[in-house]
């Protein structure tokens, strides 16, 4: 075996968890090494997830405004989609761009970057490998390094199930964002987030969209009353959503797929140009030589830490998708600040109450602590206050006045343990209430926040003046 190179900090793993890992860590004064097996930084949410989809939903609603301008007295019905061209500026004007930007901010703050795949020998010990197929653990294959401390942010893949598996047009999630053409019929497997978003993204673009959905709703983890807005938009989009369905097989050819489904003991099938599988994902943890440590994973893939992401290994981390909690990349980004700050000495923790949650559908969906029945639920008194953006003026001359503001509160002090936005801008005003549930701060500090008019803000005040039993536009 080659002779190991001595290294302090060594982040495996360079999607939003591991490149800000690897910047904090510099900042703090380690000399870092990031592990990245693909060719570019970023991880699956800047190249192939959170990002790129945001391109392809902007995309969408572009067209949708040019289509629907009558509304407002525009005369510009009949605008068209270049897909080739659409595709394009996603990759090179905001993939690439995010992208290139991380490279920059990693060069800045001297991260040694090494191109491979890191495999673990011991609790001090790995080997980066030549991407591509494994190699046995005995041989004497690649650059064998020992580390000080290490910071595994190795991210998920998605889940493949039986009968659809991922080639030709039967895609996930990254196929799906690449398609080279926008599909007249496009067949959607789960209905969670990454199915909703793309769902509603190519039917604003033009397809017509179903989605199969194994349990009783899409969007599971929201309340029924926020998803119901969601389904009128898609419903009015032409969307058909096939809830309780097991997705059984599907055969293709080169000009389209036939997935077959079953319902209450019926079987059934639809016709499609592509069919995408977005049915969860699974942490990135089986092939990391982890049975060669300390480090202790759940039946999950989920690798045990602390309130700092240190794993039963004590100089080994853990942090984004391959830890507990929420698969989001925000998530793991404040992971990465912490284990970084761990490592330094600091007194840094994984102590938030709540992580916002934002699913891009139209309208957004976004949430952050606990809902009314998970407060009820824990033996909480709690009450709510729901504002709607059908009395915002902003909504309104945006035409997009579905949806409404909910805070959850204790009865007794006003303490904000939860809030819920379905409407325009959700993805951004579920930070000021991400606030105000991780501050604890009650619904008069709420209330007597003056926000500015006329915007989509006013709504969360105004929430906050029902709360008190003032309201003052409904």
């Not at 905001?94 to 795949?117: A, W, Y």
Request: include cysteine; glycine fraction near 10%; charge should be negative.
């Amino acid at each position: 075996m080659a002779d190991a190179e001595k290294k302090e900090t060594v982040i495996i793993g360079a999607g939003p968890g591991g490149y800000v890992a690897a910047i904090r860590a510099s900042e703090l004064g380690q000399k870092v090494t990031l592990i990245e097996k693909s060719d570019t930084l970023g991880g699956v949410c800047l190249n192939v997830g959170c990002v790129p989809s945001k391109a392809l939903i902007a995309a969408g609603h572009r067209l949708q405004e040019a289509n629907r301008s009558d509304e407002y007295g525009i005369s510009s019905k009949g605008a068209t989609i270049d897909f080739a061209k659409t595709q394009e500026w996603k990759q090179h004007d905001v993939v690439d761009r995010m992208t290139n930007g991380v490279s920059m901010l990693l060069k800045k703050h001297k991260v040694e970057v090494i191109q491979g795949e890191a495999v673990l020998d011991s609790d001090t010990r790995l080997r980066v490998m030549p991407v591509g197929p494994r190699q046995f653990m005995d041989n004497n294959n690649g650059q064998v390094i020992d580390f000080d401390n290490l910071i595994i942010a190795s991210g998920s893949h998605p889940i493949e199930i039986p009968g659809f598996k991922f080639e030709g047009r039967v895609v996930d999630s990254t196929g799906g964002l690449n398609l080279p053409e926008v599909p007249k019929e496009f067949v959607v497997i789960g209905g969670g987030y990454v199915g909703t978003e793309l769902a509603g993204a190519y039917a604003n673009l033009g397809s017509h969209v179903t989605i199969i959905e194994g349990t009783d709703s899409i969007l599971a983890g929201f309340t029924k009353d926020m998803v119901a807005v969601v389904l009128k938009q898609l419903k009015a989009k032409g969307v058909d959503v096939i809830t309780g369905a097991k997705a059984k097989s599907s055969s293709q050819d080169d000009k389209g797929v036939t997935v077959t489904y079953e319902v209450d003991g019926k079987e059934s099938t639809v016709a499609a140009d592509y069919c995408m599988v977005t049915v969860g994902r699974k942490p990135n943890t089986d092939e990391l030589g982890l049975e060669y440590t300390k480090v202790e994973v759940n039946d999950r893939g989920i690798i045990q830490t602390d309130e700092q992401g240190r794993t039963a290994s004590e100089h080994i981390f853990a942090i984004g998708d391959v830890a507990s909690g929420p698969a989001l990349a925000h998530k793991a980004f404040f992971q990465g600040k912490v284990a970084a700050g761990a490592i330094a000495g600091k007194h840094t923790a994984n102590d938030y109450v709540g992580v916002p949650a934002v699913c891009f559908s139209d309208p957004e969906l976004a949430v952050v602590g606990m809902t009314e029945a998970e407060a009820k639920d824990k033996s909480l008194d709690v009450k709510t206050a729901k504002f709607p953006f059908a009395g915002n003026a902003r909504a309104v001359s945006l035409y997009e006045a579905e949806g409404f503001v909910r805070l959850i509160y204790t009865k007794d002090e006003g303490t904000v343990l939860g809030a819920e936005v379905v409407g325009p801008g959700a993805s951004d005003l579920i930070s000021e209430l991400s606030l105000a549930v991780n501050g604890r701060m009650n619904v008069e500090d709420i209330a007597l926040t003056i926000h500015p008019h006329p915007t989509l803000s006013e709504p969360v005040q105004e929430a906050g003046d029902i709360a008190l039993g003032f309201p003052t536009h409904v």
